[in-house]
T-cell receptor
Framework: KQEVTQIPAALSVPEGENLVLNCSFTDSAIYNLQWFRQDPGKGLTSLLLIQSSQREQTSGRLNASLDKSSGRSTLYIAASQPGDSATYLC???????????FGIGTKLQVIP | NAGVTQTPKFQVLKTGQSMTLQCAQDMNHNSMYWYRQDPGMGLRLIYY???????DKGEVPNGYNVSRLNKREFSLRLESAAPSQTSVYFC???????????FGQGTRLTVV
């Protein structure tokens, strides 16, 4: 059974810092890995999707990397801003429609 | 750019009452999903619909039913609500399995 772990559970950084969020998974037989952000009381917003054949994906200040063999993905946020404050989740599909496993998320606070 | 729209946003039910959560997407996606999100747990799949005309159980289907009304709409019904169904419910859609997922804003349901 796929297990997804996100460490740390919470992170507080001053504005302007570069930071890394981690996502680990136990079964490397994945199709892709998707990163989301969730604002309080809101739905999940897709940030990046990395295909299993890719090593990294970039969008603006965000860069996500994937290392299937070690079961790890990182989300790098450059020059963090208070507007980046949210919970960040990763999700890993491992097969059929119902085999998508979500992490619990990392709650990020960027302090002005 | 509506994406995935859920109604209602908030609902309070008494134990034993029934209700239907509505979801519609305007992205011409084939697959739709219902998840629940509880504190300290990752999103869990309740039901999914791979394509119009089909529905299947996910990880936690007990106490729920679904209807894929047409390609756009996928509803979730609670026939006899229980306090254990207090949760935040999210609808999502994808073009097909293992592709980028898009989420609605969620329905916060409280059963008293």
């Amino acid at each position: 059974k796929q297990e997804v772990t996100q460490i740390p559970a919470a992170l507080s950084v001053p504005e302007g810092e570069n930071l890394v969020l981690n996502c680990s998974f136990t079964d490397s037989a994945i199709y892709n890995l998707q990163w989301f952000r969730q604002d309080p009381g809101k739905g999940l917003t897709s940030l990046l999707l990395i295909q299993s054949s890719q090593r990294e994906q970039t969008s603006g200040r965000l860069n996500a990397s994937l290392d299937k063999s070690s079961g790890r993905s990182t989300l790098y946020i450059a020059a963090s801003q208070p507007g980046d404050s949210a919970t960040y989740l990763c999700a890993v599909p491992s097969g059929g429609y119902q085999k998508v496993t979500f992490g619990i998320g990392t709650k990020l606070q960027v302090i002005p | 750019n509506a994406g995935v729209t859920q109604t209602p946003k908030f609902q309070v039910l008494k134990t034993g009452q029934s209700m239907t959560l509505q979801c519609a997407q305007d992205m011409n996606h084939n697959s739709m999903y219902w998840y629940r999100q509880d504190p300290g747990m990752g999103l869990r799949l309740i039901y999914y619909s791979a394509s119009e005309g089909t529905t299947d159980k996910g990880e936690v289907p007990n106490g729920y039913n679904v209807s894929r009304l047409n390609k756009r709409e996928f509803s979730l019904r609670l026939e006899s609500a229980a306090p254990s169904q207090t949760s935040v419910y999210f609808c999502a859609s994808t073009v097909e399995r293992n592709t980028e997922a898009f989420f609605g804003q969620g329905t916060r349901l409280t059963v008293v």
